[in-house]
């Protein structure tokens, strides 16, 4: 019995933990074709009641430009993370993340004054200029030298180049060949790194590796790319996706992959009125905010049963694993101190394993209620702790039974 439930723990958790990969995050491509120049993106994550676009307007001889930004501090006054964008060049920067490797800083190069994605997009027009920055220049802060980030930098020219860091800890630049690029969540410069192989890729380079002329570089061909490609799970989402049209400076905007709704924003206009942010949700229609917040809460449903499933079977199997300890300390003879311990590690197993069955009961009333919106709303920070702190308090309670199995072996070895 004992076998059969520690089996169904590790395959829920195994469910889990494929469920809540962070690997999954991001899809960025490109193609080109005449005049013709297109870039998709999808994010993917959880942030999205933090997610604005900011439109910073042409001065002192800077470009103008557009990037969209996750406030995690909640505090627009605070640092925000420039995750993509625009400028009236007609240069997209688009990011997708990877496992972190260290750039090497070389102090005879110059450092620049702001981040990578603000100064190409206010200062370059093309890919070539941007290779130059890069190569020339160090971050502009020694924190940023821990990249975490793949760039895929488009010109409308349709001329393209990724950018990540690679085994040397220096920038590796990767052109584009043919008539379209794509990156994922591996290293372009190292793909051991990061999720490789991605069917994602496969999905992807197949549907672009279709473009013949310059009728196929279409918004509709693009949204059917970041439509198959897009992320659904209890974690991980696709939260927008994005296509960029540098040619005619356009961009359209999806909201929780709802590819029946977009939003199409004219860059040169949006900058006309000086600067200024928009909450990405709020451009959306009521009715797609409150269909991407049902799919989000069923997500939260699943995945809590699943927690709660969980818990219940570690309180069967510690039940179990106390009574199975409790007749081996009989058969064994043990003296009166001996079973004292051994019933007393069965009365902490037992009570650690309860403790974790009802923190934060809210669940329950959360799984049971019918209008379990508002009720999320109030119990979202205790839903966002869930990764951290139950699966933690979970692990270590597997743990503790694996010692008290080895303590059970000692004892009667002893004896």
């Given at each position: 019995m004992l076998k059969k439930i520690t089996i169904i723990i590790t395959f829920l958790f195994s469910l889990l933990?494929?469920?809540?990969?962070?690997?999954?995050?991001?899809?960025?491509?490109?193609?080109?074709s005449g005049n013709n120049v297109l870039v998709g993106q999808n994010s993917d994550g959880e942030q999205e009641e933090y997610m604005h676009l900011f439109?910073?307007?042409?001065?002192?001889?800077?470009?103008?430009?557009?990037?969209?930004?996750?406030?995690?501090?909640?505090?627009?006054?605070?640092?925000?993370?420039?995750?993509?964008?625009?400028?009236d060049q007609g240069l997209v920067i688009t990011p997708t993340s990877i496992p972190s490797r260290e750039l090497t800083l070389h102090p005879e190069k110059s450092r620049l004054n702001d981040t990578y994605v603000n100064t190409l997009l206010s200062t370059v027009s093309t890919v070539e200029q941007a290779i130059v920055v890069l190569e020339q220049y160090q971050p502009h802060d020694p924190d940023?030298?821990?990249?975490?980030?793949?760039?895929?930098?488009?010109?409308?020219?349709?001329?393209?180049?990724?950018?990540?860091?690679?085994?040397?800890?220096?920038?590796?630049?990767?052109?584009?060949?043919?008539?379209?690029?794509?990156?994922?969540?591996?290293?372009?410069?190292?793909?051991s790194l990061g999720r490789y192989p991605d069917p994602r890729y496969d999905i992807a380079t197949n549907k672009l590796g279709t473009i013949d002329s310059e009728e196929d570089v279409s918004v509709e061909h693009f949204q059917s790319v970041l439509d198959a490609v897009h992320c659904e799970g209890f974690e991980t989402n696709t939260i927008y996706s994005n296509i960029y049209d540098p040619?005619?400076?356009?961009?359209?905007?999806?909201?929780?992959?709802?590819?029946?709704?977009?939003?199409?924003?004219?860059?040169?206009?949006?900058?006309?009125?000086?600067?200024?942010?928009?909450?990405?949700?709020?451009?959306?229609?009521?009715?797609?905010?409150?269909?991407?917040?049902?799919?989000?809460?069923?997500?939260?449903?699943?995945?809590?049963?699943?927690?709660?499933?969980?818990?219940?079977?570690?309180v069967v199997f510690i039940v179990l694993l106390g009574f199975t300890i409790y007749k081996t300390?009989?058969?064994?003879?043990?003296?009166?101190?001996?079973?004292?311990?051994?019933?007393?590690?069965?009365?902490a197993s037992g009570l650690l394993g309860i403790s974790i069955l009802n923190m934060n009961g809210g669940y329950i009333v959360f799984l049971m209620s019918s209008n379990y919106t508002t009720v999320a709303e109030s119990l979202q920070p205790f839903v966002r702790s869930v990764h951290t702190v139950d699966l933690l308090l979970i692990g270590c309670t597997l743990i503790f039974s694996l010692v008290f199995f080895i303590r059970k072996y000692a004892l009667i070895k002893r004896e």
């Open positions: 933990i494929i469920s809540i990969d962070p690997s999954v995050a991001s899809s960025a491509f490109m193609a080109s439109f910073h307007p042409p001065s002192m001889g800077k470009h103008g430009y557009f990037v969209i930004r996750f406030d995690n501090s909640h505090n627009l006054n605070e640092k925000l993370i420039n995750h993509a964008g625009m400028n940023f030298s821990d990249f975490q980030w793949q760039l895929l930098i488009t010109d409308k020219t349709g001329d393209a180049v990724s950018i990540s860091v690679g085994s040397d800890n220096e920038f590796h630049f990767s052109r584009k060949e043919g008539n379209f690029k794509v990156i994922l969540n591996f290293n372009i410069a190292e793909p040619v005619n400076g356009l961009i359209y905007l999806y909201y929780f992959h709802q590819f029946e709704e977009v939003v199409v924003l004219d860059l040169e206009e949006e900058l006309a009125k000086g600067y200024h942010y928009f909450n990405y949700q709020e451009l959306f229609s009521q009715d797609s905010v409150e269909k991407a917040a049902l799919e989000k809460q069923e997500n939260i449903r699943v995945f809590n049963g699943i927690i709660l499933l969980i818990r219940i079977l570690i300390g009989n058969k064994a003879n043990l003296t009166t101190k001996r079973k004292g311990l051994l019933i007393g590690a069965i009365l």
